[in-house]
């Protein structure tokens, strides 16, 4: 949880990335999880650009104190979860990150991979195959 001592300001654009990182841990549809805690007063949209590592929507919800200017609480709700099965994709490689300068394998960001041909990223539990399509042999596993 991100405590915002004053004005917090979520600005177009902003992006939320979510990692399940205890897979022991039991998520359902309807839970809520404390994101930010400010305590003056909220600015910008409370549409951000949310992703996470496991197939599912989210959403946040803005719980204000009612006091005005008193801060309060934005927490990340799960809107639905996917049971699909896991997909099975090949490394195309073929995103390289402009910064590193290397293909990246990560969670759900970079479309470095194909399924069924068409472009796709990599959620936690995927199948991948590696084979000679790849346009390079270079994988970087990003840390989350």
């Known amino acids: 949880m991100i405590t915002v001592n004053g004005t917090l300001n979520i600005a ?3 992006a939320i ?3 399940q990182i205890n897979e022991d841990m039991l998520v359902s549809v309807g ?3 404390p994101m930010f805690v400010y305590t003056k007063a909220r600015t910008g949209t409370l549409n951000p650009i949310i992703s996470a590592g496991f197939r599912g929507t989210f959403s946040l919800v803005d719980a ?3 006091n005005p200017n008193s801060g309060g609480t934005i927490s990340l709700r799960i809107d639905t ?3 699909a099965p896991p997909a099975n994709l090949t490394w195309t490689g073929a995103n390289v990150n402009p910064f590193t300068g290397f293909a990246e394998w990560d969670l759900n960001i970079t479309p ?3 399924e ?3 472009p796709a990223t990599f ?3 995927d199948n991948v195959l590696f084979d000679d399509s790849a346009s390079t042999g270079t994988v970087n596993i990003r840390r989350p």
Do not use: A
């Open 112 to 114: 470095n991979f194909t």
């Open 116 to 118: 069924s041909g068409s």
């Open 123 to 125: 959620f936690q539990k």
């Open 31 to 33: 839970d809520e999880f």
């Open 17 to 19: 990335r979510i990692n």
């Open 81 to 83: 979860i996917s049971n």
């Open 12 to 14: 177009t654009g902003t």
């Open 64 to 66: 204000p104190n009612p």
